[in-house]
Nanobody
Framework: QVQLVESGGGLVQPGGSLRLSCAASGIIFNINAMGWYRQAPGKQRELVATFITGGITNYADSVKGRFTISRDNAKNTVNLHMNSLKPEDTAVYYC???????????????WGQGTQVTVSS
């Protein structure tokens, strides 16, 4: 069993900052990748940022230069530092992890419950 627990969402004014965290727990053998997706009201889910094995990161064009993704491998945690937030960043943010469970050979996708980020004055 694997559980992803997200924290750090909330209300912030435009131009402000938030830090999201996601911790994976369970019978984890290894984590191939962790990342963040978001879904705004009436919009499709979209990739925000990913942190892939080897330290490779990828960002959506809309957040490049403003968001930074990082991982704490010892804690099985991924963080998303969000700066210069805009109203259009308002969305439910979902943590995603590609994890191989101990005792199994396959890699599965796991998702957090989502955390609300609201950017408004």
């Amino acid at each position: 069993q694997v559980q992803l627990v997200e924290s750090g969402g909330g209300l912030v004014q435009p131009g402000g900052s938030l830090r999201l965290s996601c911790a994976a727990s369970g019978i984890i053998f290894n984590i191939n990748a962790m990342g963040w997706y978001r879904q705004a009201p009436g919009k499709q889910r979209e990739l925000v940022a990913t942190f892939i094995t080897g330290g490779i990161t990828n960002y959506a064009d809309s957040v490049k230069g403003r968001f930074t993704i990082s991982r704490d491998n010892a804690k099985n945690t991924v963080n998303l530092h969000m700066n210069s937030l805009k109203p259009e960043d308002t969305a439910v943010y979902y943590c995603n992890a590609k994890i191989r469970v101990r005792g199994l050979g396959n890699v599965n996708d796991y998702w957090g419950q989502g955390t609300q980020v609201t950017v408004s004055s």
